[in-house]
């Protein structure tokens, strides 16, 4: 059974950071993308991130510059790192894994194969 544990959330002021971990279990995710999307209250869930196997990486226009996002493949983790935080970042933070995945098609939800349970992230003023 593939499960995706996010850890690292939590509340932050404006301009601090914050670092988002996955944990992924349940089998071998040779070639999966893994990737982050987040969900603010009343809105879509939108993509943040993703990075391939290979480690070739994309990002959201509206992240790009502050956020990284790496993985260990041996740990089958991926981490988020959150800089130069906003209000406009508040969301619940998701970590997904894909078999399916391309670069044309990484920001899209319906790609994504398994995903966590969430981890809340909230940036105030």
């Known amino acids: 059974q593939v499960q995706l544990v996010e850890s690292g959330g939590g509340l932050v002021q404006a301009g601090g950071s914050l670092r988002l971990s996955c944990v992924a279990s349940g089998r071998t995710f040779s070639n999966y993308v893994m990737a982050w999307f987040r969900q603010a209250p009343g809105k879509e869930r939108d993509f943040v991130a993703a990075i391939t196997w290979t480690k070739s990486t994309g990002y959201a226009d509206s992240v790009k510059g502050r956020f990284t996002i790496s993985r260990d493949n041996a740990k089958n983790t991926v981490d988020l790192q959150m800089n130069s935080l906003t209000p406009e970042d508040t969301a619940v933070y998701y970590c997904?894994?894909?078999?399916?995945?391309?670069?044309?098609?990484?920001?899209?939800?319906?790609?994504?194969?398994?995903w966590g349970q969430g981890t809340q992230v909230t940036v105030s003023e």
């Open positions: 997904a894994v894909s078999s399916r995945a391309a670069t044309m098609t990484r920001m899209t939800r319906g790609v994504y194969d398994y």
